[in-house]
Every structure is written in C-alpha cells, then in structure tokens.
C-alpha cells in the first residue's frame, strides 16, 4: 500500500495529535535512547527529540519517511519493517502510535522489538483495538458486496487483538506487561459528509482495488449514508475507535 504522506499530514493529523498523549506515557527521560517505531511524518518523532532524548525514526513507508526528513532534517529517520529491524546499539524504549494494527507478523514484531531494547527497557504502544471502526468495516464490506465486489470485500487489512490475547502473546515473547488498557474513543472526522469517503482514501485503499473510480465513488457515497445514523452528532462526523495502550518491560 502506497502512502500519500501530504494527505495524511493535512486531513488525518488527528493520528499523531491523540499520540501526543501516549508520549506522557512514554515519560522520556533526558539522554534516553529511543526508537519511533511507525513514525509516519516525524511529528511525534520530533517531540521525542524535543524532549532531549536520543530518538530515531523508522517506518516501512518510503513516502512517510521521505515526507518525515523534509519536515524535521535534524532528527534521524529510515525506512525499515517493524517485523525485522536491527540496530547495533539498544534502545532504552520503543514508542509506537496507531501502528501495530498494520503489521501482519505480531510475533516477529514482538521479537524484534525485544531484541532491540536493553534491560528493564519498555515498550509502549497505542494501536487499534478489538472492535475498531467495527462499524465502518462492517459498512464497506456490506455496500462492496451490494456492487457484486465481494473479494475486495474479503481483504484483510488490520489487526485489532482484544486486550487479553495480546498481552498473552507479549508475555510469550519474554515481556512483562505493566499497563494495559482497551477503550473507546470517538475521532472526530474532518470535511463533513466527505470525511468517511477521505478516511477510506487515506487507510482502506486496498477494498476498492479494481473498481472503476466513478463507481468507487458511488460506493464510497453509499458507505457514508449507512454510517450516518452513527457517525454524525449535529453535523460533526466520528468514528468509532477503540484503542488498545500498554506498556511493557524486556526482563
């Protein structure tokens, strides 16, 4: 999936805007070594930094990542996979915002993450959680198979555990969870009734694969009318968000 980085820094900023909040979380020390795991644009990345800490970078977008460096030159960015990444020199955490979702190997992550943090280093994380934009998948998959496209209607593009397997699963990993938290999260969309169609453009691309883009946007159109019962409050649309936030140590 091929990342439109202007887009996502002008109409979804509110991804990176809620993540300033995981950063308290976070609580970075001055001097510490950390690692942005997912850093999109660099917004949250240069708030590390701003923080005097030793932070660096990483997303599998090259898009993100090049968009990141014109943003913020004097902060260190790459392009690498969550799944399989490798520095020389341990971090004292990984910090990773609205990402985790996205990747397809957990359990590579997991490894990876734990092998590039030092001792008593934590990991601290907010993704998507079970349940998330349930109704809008929900919404897309029911109005695709309506226009007949019932294999986009089967594409797989997030993972959103519940909150008690994927602690299991950090746990097996050789991590030790200190914090954890499942809840909801109403996100305000921005552009009105044309918010759930640039939400679509921006994240769910992939469901509208091989679709004429006339019809795409009869379809997208459709998505947005059955979702507003839900959706909109007095003329403001949200989506339905429930996040997934934890913290957890390398033993």
Known sequence: MKWNAELYDQKHAFVFQYGENVLELLDVQPGERVLDL???????????????????????????????????PEVNFAVADASDFHFDKPFDAIFSNAVLHWVKDHDAMMKCAYE????????????????????????????????????????????????????????????????????????????????VTKWLTMFGEPYFAGIPEAEKQQIMNEITELLRPDYCEHGQWFADYKRLRFIAIKE
Not at 42 to 51: A, D, E, M, R, V
Request: proline share 3%; hydrophobic share 30%; glycine share 14%.
């Open 38 to 72: 997912g850093c999109g644009t660099g917004y949250l990345t240069q708030q590390i930094k701003s923080l005097d800490a030793d932070v660096t970078g990483i997303d599998f977008s090259p898009e993100m990542i090049e968009q990141a460096k014109i943003n913020y």
């Open 116 to 195: 590039n943090l030092k001792s008593g280093g934590r990991l601290v994380v907010e993704m998507g959680g079970k349940g998330n934009t349930a109704l809008l998948i929900n919404a897309t998959k029911k109005i695709l198979i309506k226009h007949g496209y019932s294999k986009q209607a089967e594409t797989k593009l997030w993972r959103f555990p519940g909150l008690g397997e994927y602690t299991h699963e950090l746990e097996n990993n050789g991590f030790r969870v200190t914090f954890a938290v499942h809840f909801d999260r109403k996100t305000p969309l921005q552009d009105g009734d044309q918010g």
